[in-house]
T-cell receptor
Framework: GENVEQHPSTLSVQEGDSAVIKCTYSDSASNYFPWYKQELGKGPQLIIDIRSNVGEKKDQRIAVTLNKTAKHFSLHITETQPEDSAVYFCAASKSSNTGKLIFGQGTTLQVKP | GAGVSQTPSNKVTEKGKYVELRCDPISGHTALYWYRQSLGQGPEFLIYFQGTGAADDSGLPNDRFFAVRPEGSVSTLKIQRTERGDSAVYLC????????????FGQGTRLTVV
């Protein structure tokens, strides 16, 4: 069935360093790729998304890249801050129903001050 | 607040009991989704409503799980004869429509079956 693989499962960086999280998806019909941040005891919150007609998207310290051919997409966080510490999930869906998401397994990011 | 609201925040029930979990979506959002998140995992899709009707229930694990949305707003997820394996966080999300729109998640209901 449809699947999204996410790596790494845990990531520890020093404050100010960059963090990169990578995902691959199996369903070539997927064309919407959001990234969610989930803090302890809270629901996932959308931080950035990308659609398949775009290769890269940036929002301040966060960027996402998409390689449709390889079915890879990545999240890049620059100048990390302690408040970036959380669990990050990638997901994939189709534009016909963008809320029906296949999630990756999550990456626990720890930013050390 | 204007976000997705889920009640209760926590629910502890005994094995074999029936439980109901409630979701209040963002006002005006026609699409509503239920997800289940086990410890250390990503959320897994359960069911999708467009208005009052369940348009896609392909993620419901078995017939002990059922959800309704009678007036196209509030939704209730119902679990019969609960099992310990049902323990998880149940998340609700809503969006303005189903196509090309962001899904907003609630904080979830943590269900523990003892």
């Amino acid at each position: 069935g449809e699947n999204v693989e996410q790596h790494p499962s845990t990531l520890s960086v020093q404050e100010g360093d960059s963090a990169v999280i990578k995902c691959t998806y199996s369903d070539s019909a997927s064309n919407y790729f959001p990234w969610y941040k989930q803090e302890l005891g809270k629901g996932p919150q959308l931080i950035i998304d990308i659609r398949s007609n775009v290769g890269e998207k940036k929002d301040q310290r966060i960027a996402v890249t998409l390689n449709k051919t390889a079915k890879h997409f990545s999240l890049h966080i620059t100048e990390t801050q302690p408040e970036d510490s959380a669990v990050y999930f990638c997901a994939a869906s189709k534009s016909s129903n963008t809320g029906k998401l296949i999630f990756g397994q999550g990456t626990t990011l720890q930013v050390k001050p | 607040g204007a976000g997705v609201s889920q009640t209760p925040s926590n629910k502890v029930t005994e094995k074999g009991k029936y439980v109901e979990l409630r979701c209040d979506p963002i006002s005006g959002h026609t699409a509503l989704y239920w997800y289940r998140q086990s410890l250390g995992q990503g959320p897994e899709f359960l069911i999708y409503f467009q208005g009052t009707g369940a348009a896609d229930d392909s993620g419901l694990p078995n017939d002990r799980f059922f959800a309704v949305r009678p007036e196209g707003s509030v939704s209730t997820l119902k679990i019969q004869r609960t099992e310990r394996g049902d323990s998880a966080v149940y998340l609700c999300a809503s969006s303005f429509g189903a196509t090309n729109t962001e899904a907003f998640f609630g904080q979830g209901t943590r269900l523990t079956v003892v």
